[in-house]
Each structure stands twice: as structure tokens, then as C-alpha cells.
């Protein structure tokens, strides 16, 4: 079956960086367009960032761009997430998901498989 396994979370200060991976398996890794989501306390999920199957594509939310980097690496299965210059508004659980059609990838109801999550938590 499919699995999406995010890892690299954690407790960060205000500034630093993170980086997020997402390992990917019983899918044609590069049929899918890959996406990462979050999710603050009380708020709803939003979309981050997303990058195409072949990893020509990328997209970001207006709040992260210049901040994330989205990429993926085709041989091992895994798409990764550069969090730089981190503010306390990106704390949240951060979740990997794959899309087969990618042709709305903010849009959450278009992901067929999701992982479940890594903690991040960003600190003034």
C-alpha cells in the first residue's frame, strides 16, 4: 500500500532552518505531483508548496516564497522541504501528500494519499 513518511521536524528559533523530508513507497514516485501542507492550532490546513513529478514545476505559497524550497530526488523516493529564515506564524504540523494529476495542487481534495505529519514549532 502507499505510505508517506515525513520526518526532520522539531523545535527551531525564530531565523533558523529546518528541512523537512517526505519518503514515498508503493507509488510510481514520479507520476505523482508531490505536495506539502500545514496545520496551526485552530486554523485550516493550508497548502506550502508543491513540485511536479519530473521536478520541473514548483509552486509556493505567497507567505513562504523566497522563505522554502521545495525539490525531490527521483532515486530515492523522497521530496524534501528547505525551511529557511523561519517565523513563529510557520509553527504547525507539517504534512507530505501526492497527487496523480497535479493540475490543482493547492487544493487538498485533489491529493490522493497523505502522510501523517511532522511537528514543527518555531520559537521567538
Known amino acids: 500500500q502507499v505510505q508517506l513518511v515525513e520526518s526532520g521536524g522539531g523545535l527551531v528559533q525564530a531565523g533558523g532552518s529546518l528541512r523537512l523530508s517526505c519518503a514515498a513507497s508503493?507509488?510510481?514516485?514520479?507520476?505523482?505531483?508531490m505536495g506539502w501542507f500545514r496545520q496551526a492550532p485552530g486554523k485550516e490546513r493550508e497548502f506550502v508548496a508543491a513540485?511536479?513529478?519530473?521536478?520541473?514545476?514548483?509552486n509556493y505559497a505567497d507567505s513562504v516564497k523566497g522563505r522554502f524550497t521545495i525539490s525531490r530526488d527521483a532515486a530515492r523516493n523522497t521530496v524534501y522541504l528547505q525551511m529557511n529564515s523561519l517565523k513563529p506564524g510557520d509553527t504547525a504540523v507539517y504534512s507530505c501528500?501526492?497527487?496523480?494529476?497535479?493540475?490543482?495542487?493547492?487544493?487538498?481534495?485533489?491529493?490522493?494519499?497523505w502522510g501523517q505529519g511532522t511537528q514543527v514549532t518555531v520559537s521567538s
Open positions: 501528500a501526492a497527487d496523480r494529476y497535479g493540475l490543482r495542487y493547492a487544493q487538498i481534495s485533489e491529493y490522493d494519499y
Open positions: 508503493g507509488l510510481t514516485f514520479s507520476k505523482y505531483t
Open positions: 513540485v511536479s513529478g519530473t521536478g520541473g514545476s514548483t
